[in-house]
């Protein structure tokens, strides 16, 4: 699993741009399997990724098209995925999303996140002894019928809001 120290990310969007780039050898946010939401606001850039849950909600795939492999990351099989959008749906963060008609979800570069690599600032790991150790429960309900990226908005705003808090009551000393 990838996991975040979200006290250390910039929001540069390297990760992003390296993971694109490592899929399809194009530069692009469409084209990444991790989506920094930026929330200029309240100042929090939070990277979203399969956080390869307990669930497992994007394995209800009606084609079986989805199955989790031996590192717990997500595999999309092209011949058998007919861009239902179902596993879209299911995924209650927004870390899965069609593009050209094909789900993109994090495979975790088999083993050696490129966007982890990619990132300078410490701020993203991978831990692949974490795998399915997060419930994503919680967010199930509030994201029925919402687009991908209000899902992730949902999310890291929930997610940010005890960093958030400590920064305010640091302020305040």
């Not at 959008?85 to 994090?106: D, N, Q, S, W």
């Amino acid at each position: 699993m990838i996991t975040l120290d979200l006290a250390r990310c910039s929001g540069c969007s390297r990760c992003e741009v390296n993971c694109s780039f490592f899929h399809s050898g194009k530069i692009g946010r469409s084209g990444a399997r991790i989506k920094v939401v930026k929330i200029e606001d309240i100042g929090i850039d939070y990277p979203v990724v399969c956080q390869q849950c307990r669930e497992r909600y994007c394995t209800k795939c009606p084609e079986k098209a989805i199955q989790v492999d031996s590192l717990g990351q997500v595999i999309v099989s092209p011949t058998l995925c007919t861009a239902c959008g179902t596993c879209e749906i299911l995924c209650p963060i927004g870390a899965i999303e069609l593009f050209e008609e094909i789900p993109l979800v994090c495979d975790l570069c088999g083993g050696d996140p490129r966007c982890v690599q990619a990132c300078t600032l410490d701020a993203l790991h991978y831990e692949p002894e974490a795998t399915g150790a997060i419930s994503l429960k919680e967010f199930k309900t509030s994201s029925r019928g919402l687009h991908p990226e209000a899902k992730r908005l949902r999310y890291v705003i929930a997610l940010s809001q005890e960093l958030r808090d400590r920064w305010v009551a640091e302020r305040r000393g």
